[in-house]
């Protein structure tokens, strides 16, 4: 069993400001974390994933994740924010033997305010 | 390519009424899952497929139906709707294998039952 939790529901920020979302996950076996985003009334989009080697991961738009596994944690920061990228963030975990079959987090709201 | 298509992109049932919301993909991925979003609740994994001929459940999947005759469909089943099954729907679909895994969403069917 995996479970992904998504320690703030809402993260406001100022343009410009950096931010960091926070997903811890818990699995009995080896496993892939993904970040995605979505924009409104979208479909969800990769951000960016860990499935093995350098611990800290880049992505997309300008944000970055690490991976520590003593911590089980995979937090998403970005170093300077935009307006645009106000979304929902979600944390997903898979085992490493079936990508189909992912947890998600209920999602981080990011806001960035002018 | 499309990547992953879905139809309709809207729908309003009636309870006990019957529908099939249809998804395909042109990427040749193995692996295609069925989610549902819910306000505050991330997504959750109704149904997934490894392949054609080859279906699971997942955390949410009473009242659902799905099959897969084909690599490239996988349509989902609502047997007899009900107001608990409004919600938002995603199909997704992926590949196993090294540098991949992430999965690719369609747009999403809103579904509101009456």
């Known amino acids: 069993a995996q479970s992904v939790t998504q320690l703030d529901s809402q993260v406001p920020v100022f343009e410009e400001a950096p931010v960091e979302l926070r997903c ?28 093995s080697g350098s611990t800290l991961v880049k992505g997309i738009n300008g944000f970055e994740a690490e991976f520590n596994k003593s911590q089980t944690s995979f937090h998403l920061r970005k170093p300077s924010v935009h307006i645009s990228d106000t979304a929902e963030y979600f944390c997903a975990v ?16 990011l806001t960035v305010k002018p | 390519n499309a990547g992953v298509t879905q139809t309709p992109k809207f729908q309003v049932l009636k309870t006990g009424q019957s529908m099939t919301l249809q998804c395909a993909q042109d990427m040749n991925h193995e692996y295609m899952s069925w989610y549902r979003q819910d306000p505050g609740m991330g997504l959750r994994l109704i149904h997934y497929s490894v392949g054609a001929g080859i279906t699971d459940q997942g955390e949410v999947p009473n009242g659902y139906n799905v099959s897969r005759s084909t690599t490239e469909d996988f349509p989902l089943r609502l047997l007899s709707a009900a107001p608990s099954q409004t919600s938002v729907y995603f199909c997704a679909s992926s590949t196993p294998g090294q540098g991949n895994n992430e999965q690719f969403f369609g747009p999403g069917t809103r579904l509101t039952v009456l």
């Open chain 1, 94 to 109: 898979s085992g490493n033997t079936n990508a189909g079959k992912s947890t998600f987090g209920d999602g981080t709201t």
């Open chain 1, 24 to 51: 811890n996950y818990s699995s009995s076996v080896s496993v892939y974390l993904f970040w995605y985003v979505q924009y409104p009334n979208q479909g969800l989009q990769l951000l960016l994933k860990y499935l």
